[in-house]
């Protein structure tokens, strides 16, 4: 691994706790009063040279139905914010191809397989792109075969692109324009 953006992910992961434990600890009490169910949601995806983990989410869910704070959590990316430990674990970057199930990564071609060369990441530039994927995916007839026509294969060239040319400056503009995309949801939906 890149030591430079390895530190760049440590430094991260260290000013985010830092700076967003009141969020944690908020979006935590959220979750719990509303249900009493558990905070957090593990689920298996695919990382680099193809090994699973787990990765971390708050939980949105309560069986099969978004709570209101989980949707809320999804609108906004909130949801993500545990995948901090994820980076910290080296299981993933800050910056990096989303980290997919193991179903849609067994579709990908010859080409489209170079992602799980690299760790996945939190964010990228595709994540920028379809900040609003939900969105764009409940407008369809078959929300699953539009994302696997479409989406995953314009995300899984954009991750390439970038990931081929990915700098530890490039990563910081990511992380900052992906701020910068949360923040303006956050304030949309709130």
Known sequence: MNRAKRAFDLVGVVAGACLLWPVFAAVALLIVLEDGGPVFFRQERIGRGGRPFHIWKFRTLAGDHATAVGAWLRRTKLDELPQLLNVLRGEMSLVGPRPELARYVALYDQAQRRALDVLPGIT????????????????????????LATVLPEKLR?????AA???????LGVVLRTLAAVAGRARRVT
């Open 124 to 147: 990228d530039p595709a994540s920028l792109r379809f900040v609003a994927e939900g969105e764009l995916l409940a407008g369809a007839e078959d929300p699953e075969a539009a994302y």
């Open 158 to 162: 954009l991750s390439l692109d970038y």
């Open 165 to 171: 040319r990915a700098s530890v400056r490039s990563d």
